[in-house]
């Protein structure tokens, strides 16, 4: 396994945080990972099916979803190069992956056992323990980020979704223009709202002088009117 191909998507993952390129590399290999290609459209991991170990994206995009009983999904995240999946099942008793993984792209993702991460390294490697602090500040920020889509599950209005999903983009960036992280099908999802409204209401907000778009670029020209879309 060439792990060297891939340290440079490696050292920018959470699970590596704070680790020199040489201490990954010995790291993974200590590890033993499995490194899987998955073709566009088809399942990374199935909510239900038993847990094979956390996963990080090497290559491509997928997303990770649930299902309601009605069959409805609901968006959780956008999985690109270097993001970390499956983390909180690892210091749980559940055995099954908790929401289903789709690529959207081929991609390939690194597999890695829960007992290697959360186990006595038989190596003693000095840098084990640094890995466990990541994985615990993993779990913790997945946490808060649940938290962030109950929120926005609460908020009734499709404009007052869109008006506060887009300030959080304006305080991330620090700028009044930007890139919207995913596509307006994923986007839909992930405000849990149908794809139509989302665009017809994107285009009344921009009748009205709020804001500007032009596919993935957005721009707020009204900062106030937005907060006051988001209360």
Not at 36 to 44: A, G, I, L, S
């Amino acid at each position: 396994m060439d792990i060297e191909k891939y340290v440079d998507v490696l050292s920018a993952a959470e699970l590596f945080e704070g680790l020199a390129d040489d201490e990954i590399v010995n790291m993974v290999k200590c590890l033993e990972p499995r490194i899987y290609e998955y073709e566009k459209n088809n399942y990374v991991a199935i909510a239900g099916e038993e847990f094979k170990g956390i996963g990080i994206m090497l290559d491509g995009e997928a997303i990770a979803y649930k299902e309601n009983f009605a069959g409805t999904r609901v968006m959780m995240t956008l999985l690109t190069p270097g993001d970390v999946f499956g983390e909180i099942v690892a210091f749980s008793t559940h055995t099954k992956w908790p929401v289903t993984v789709e690529a959207q792209k081929t991609c390939k993702v690194l597999f890695i056992s829960r007992e290697r991460i959360v186990g006595e390294c038989r190596q003693l490697c000095p840098w084990h323990r640094k890995l466990i602090e990541n994985m615990l500040m993993i779990v913790s920020e997945r946490a808060l980020a649940l938290s962030r889509k109950v929120e926005y599950l609460s908020i009734k209005s499709i404009r007052g979704k869109i008006s506060t999903f887009l300030l959080e983009q304006y305080k991330k960036t620090g700028k009044t223009m930007f890139m919207l992280p995913m596509n307006r099908n994923e986007l839909a999802d992930f405000l849990n709202v149908s794809r139509p409204s989302l665009s017809r209401e994107m285009c009344n907000m921009r009748d009205e002088g709020t804001i500007d778009f032009h596919r993935a670029s957005v721009r707020i020209n009204d900062i106030q009117a937005l907060k006051r879309m988001a209360e």
